[in-house]
């Protein structure tokens, strides 16, 4: 950052004040998204220490062939993790979600987990909910990951398309069948002889990152890892 940059940012700082997502504390000027006391008490999984096998990596076996997940956060609608990831998603901010995949990424860094990872694919949204939201949550968190670790983000290779039931109506047999075929795979070259790392923002029973496994997996000779912001309890 330049100068100059630096100059205007805390300028621009002080005459609109930036503040945390979880405690709506005043931000400092170096953080991003949360204040550093929220970001300390955030529910770390830790999952990356056991990246191959993990509560995580247990929903999608048998089922889909993955190598490794990790969700960063345990995610409950009472922790203070559902209030960034309620930011993140509802309350356009795209910064939000810009800065967590920073700070993902920053801390699983030293695991190893990226290391051989060749490209990053967000879970699409279809075009309908990206024109009414405005922006795709888990497409800013893989340009986070992608600013830390400089591995590239395919967005065009995969595409969602619009259903009209809201997911959240349904129970979790009715919610698998309802993104089964959801997606599209408009680009098996794109992503053929490379290993993805799938990006969304909550992991829940799966499902949705098992539906663009199962459309991707056409792309020849193709390995799979997922990364989410948050895991669902159980
Ligand atoms: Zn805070």
């Known amino acids: 950052m330049t100068k100059k940059n630096t100059i205007w940012n805390r300028l621009l700082d002080t005459i609109l004040p930036r503040h ?3 405690c709506d504390s005043r931000l400092g000027f170096d953080e991003k998204a949360i204040c550093g006391s929220c970001a300390t008490r955030l529910p770390r999984t830790h999952y990356e220490l056991t990246a191959d096998y993990n509560p995580m990596t247990v929903l999608f076996q048998g089922i889909v062939p993955i190598e490794k997940a990790v969700a960063f956060v345990h995610f409950n609608p009472h922790n ?8 993140i998603k509802y309350y356009r901010h795209p910064d939000y979600a810009m800065a967590m995949g920073e700070i993902m990424a920053k801390e699983l860094l030293s695991s190893g987990f990226f290391n051989n990872i060749d490209a990053i694919v967000p879970v699409p949204l279809s075009r ?5 939201r405005g922006y795709n949550q888990s497409e800013y968190l893989a340009r986070g990951v992608s600013k830390i670790t400089s591995i590239p983000v395919i967005t065009k290779a995969l595409r969602r398309k619009h259903f009209l039931q809201s ?7 009715e919610r698998q069948k309802n993104v089964e075929n959801m997606f599209v795979l408009r680009d098996a070259s794109a992503l053929s002889d490379r290993h993805i790392l799938l990006i969304d923002d909550i992991c829940t029973t799966g499902a949705t990152a098992m539906a663009c496994i199962q459309e991707m997996q056409v792309a020849k000779n193709i390995r799979f890892s997922i990364l989410t912001l948050g895991l669902t309890d159980h």
């Open 80 to 87: 203070a993790s559902a209030r960034l990831i309620y930011a």
């Open 128 to 132: 309908r909910r990206l024109h009414q």
């Open 20 to 22: 945390c997502s979880i």
């Open 167 to 173: 997911q959240t109506m349904l129970g979790h047999t």
